[in-house]
C-alpha cells in the first residue's frame, strides 16, 4: 500500500537518507508558490514574503512599534489537527493523518524530515469573532477543472468523487480554532493546499487580530503584532452537502479529532463540543468512509472519543447536529461491498457445514 510505501522511504537505511519526496521540494514550492502568489496578488499584495509593516502595540501605557510582524495561520478544519498540518508543512501528502501519527512514534526518521518536525511552531487555540464556521465548501472533480464538465454530467459514476468540506464565512458567533506561525515557504505551501488542491472557492485574507481570543492560558504572541490569514469561503460559492457532494467521516474524523487534541493538551473543558456547535451545515448526506467502518480502532485511535463527541452533541438541545443527521449516514460502497462479501463468506460456511452434517449422518 502507498502508506507503507512511503514509511520504507523515510526510515532511515544510509543509502537512501534522502527520500524523493525531499529531492522535489523546489519543485512542490514552485507550484505551491505561484498559487501562493496568486492569492496575494488578489488581495493587492505585491510579495509573497512577510514584511513587517507599520504596527504599534500597547506598552505600558503607550503605543510602541513591533520589532518586527510575524505571520500565522488561522485553521478552523481540518488545520485544527496537528498531523494535518504537518503532512502540509513537510511534505508528507501521501500519508493520512492517522498513519502520520503512527509513524512518528514508531519509526526512524530521515534527518530532512526530522528537522522539519521538530522546527514545527506551537498550536494555539482561539475563539474567532464574526466568523461562521459551517459545511459549506463543496469540492471540485477533476472532470470540472481539466475538462468543463459539470456535476450532472458526472452524477451517475464512481471515480471522480469529491466531498463537502468546512468552510468559513463572515457572519455572526463565534468560530473556535487555531493559529500557528508559518515562514514564508510554508504559507505558499498551505495557500496551495487551500487554494488549489481541494477546488474549494476559499479566499485567501487576513484576518482582525482584534476579533481574536485567545485560549488555554499561557504565553501566546502579541496580537497586535501579527497577521493572521485565514480562508474564507466566498459567499456565491456556499453550498450544503449533498448526495453527491456528502460528508465524509474520515474528514469529519480530522476536524473533530483535531480539537479534542486541543481540548486535552490545553486543559480546554467542553472545546470540543463547542466546536461541533458552533459548525453548521451537517447534514444526512454522510458517508462513513472509515476503514473498516466496523472496526475504525484498528486505524484511528480518537475513533470512540469522536463517535461519543458527535452522539452528546447531537443529543444536544439547540444543537445544528442533531439525530436526525446521526441516523442518515450510511457506509460507503467499499464498506457496503465488504459486509455483503462477509455475508456470503457466512452463509457459505453454514451451507457447508450443513451439507458435511447431512453426508456424516447418512454414512453413519
Known amino acids: 500500500p502507498a502508506p507503507a510505501l512511503l514509511l520504507l522511504a523515510l526510515i532511515v537505511p544510509g543509502s537512501c537518507r534522502r527520500s524523493s519526496l525531499f529531492t522535489q521540494r523546489r519543485d512542490t514550492y514552485k507550484i505551491a508558490g505561484h498559487i501562493h502568489e496568486t492569492a496575494l496578488k488578489h488581495e493587492g499584495v505585491a510579495k509573497a514574503t512577510a514584511v513587517a509593516v507599520n504596527v504599534t502595540s500597547v506598552v505600558a501605557g503607550r503605543r510602541a512599534p513591533c520589532q518586527s510582524t510575524d505571520t500565522y495561520v488561522f485553521g478552523y478544519g481540518s488545520l485544527m489537527n496537528q498531523a494535518s498540518v504537518l503532512k502540509t508543512n513537510c511534505h508528507l501528502q501521501s500519508m493520512t493523518s492517522q498513519a502520520l501519527k503512527g509513524a512518528l512514534h514508531q519509526f526512524d526518521m530521515s534527518t530532512e524530515l526530522r528537522r522539519c518536525l521538530d522546527s514545527q511552531p506551537e498550536m494555539l487555540p482561539v475563539r474567532a469573532k464574526g466568523i461562521r ?83 488555554g492560558g499561557g504565553d501566546g504572541p502579541n496580537l497586535d ?55 453548521d451545515g451537517w447534514s444526512d448526506h454522510w458517508i462513513n468512509d472509515r476503514s473498516p467502518a466496523y472496526r475504525p480502532f484498528d486505524t484511528n485511535s480518537q475513533a470512540s472519543q469522536i463517535t461519543r463527541a458527535l452522539l452528546e452533541a447531537a443529543r444536544t438541545p439547540g444543537s445544528p447536529l442533531t439525530m436526525h443527521h446521526i441516523r442518515g449516514i450510511r457506509l460507503s460502497m467499499s464498506e457496503r461491498a465488504a459486509a455483503r462479501r462477509g455475508t456470503i463468506i457466512s452463509v457459505t460456511h453454514i451451507l457447508l457445514f450443513y451439507a458435511l452434517t447431512l453426508c456424516t449422518a447418512q454414512r453413519s
Open 133 to 215: 464556521r459551517g459545511w459549506y465548501a463543496r469540492g471540485k472533480l477533476l472532470s470540472e477543472q481539466l475538462f468543463d464538465a459539470t456535476p450532472a454530467d458526472m452524477a451517475s459514476q464512481m471515480l471522480d468523487l469529491a466531498p463537502t468540506y468546512l468552510g468559513a464565512t463572515v457572519g455572526p458567533g463565534n468560530c473556535t480554532g487555531v493559529i500557528y506561525k508559518v515562514s514564508p515557504e510554508e504559507l505558499a505551501s498551505i495557500d496551495a493546499r487551500e487554494l488549489g488542491t481541494t477546488g474549494a472557492e476559499y479566499i485567501a485574507e487576513w484576518l482582525e487580530h482584534r476579533n481574536v481570543q485567545m485560549l
Open 225 to 279: 503584532c501579527v497577521r493572521i490569514r485565514w480562508y474564507r469561503i466566498r459567499d456565491d460559492a456556499v453550498q450544503k452537502p449533498s448526495q453527491q457532494f456528502p460528508l465524509v467521516q474520515s474528514y469529519v474524523d480530522v476536524f473533530v479529532g483535531g480539537a479534542l487534541e486541543l481540548e486535552q493538551r490545553y486543559n480546554l473543558s467542553g472545546f470540543a463540543q463547542e466546536s461541533i456547535l458552533s459548525t
